[in-house]
């Protein structure tokens, strides 16, 4: 990331290590419990959305990584 950029991204492929790919099955039920989690959130309550981006971002990265686990890339 650019020490000159006006803003933190969420993901900085630089910086941000992808972590241990946990099993897919896992996951999948994981990021189920996110979406119906966040999915009654309040799209007018800025602290809401920024949660629910956070998670939903990081149960992305998570289930692509057991996706690229499992299909050996």
Not at 21 to 26: E, G, Q, V, Y
Not at 60 to 65: G, N, P
């Amino acid at each position: 990331m650019s020490t000159d950029a006006p803003y933190a991204p969420l993901h900085d492929p630089q910086t941000d290590r992808a972590g241990l790919a946990l099993p897919l099955d896992f996951l999948l039920a994981r990021t189920r419990e996110t979406l119906a989690e966040h999915a009654t959130a309040n799209i007018h309550d800025r602290g809401e959305m920024l949660r629910a981006a956070v998670h939903l971002d990081m149960r992305l990265r998570q289930l692509v990584a057991a996706l690229d686990k499992e299909a050996n890339r």
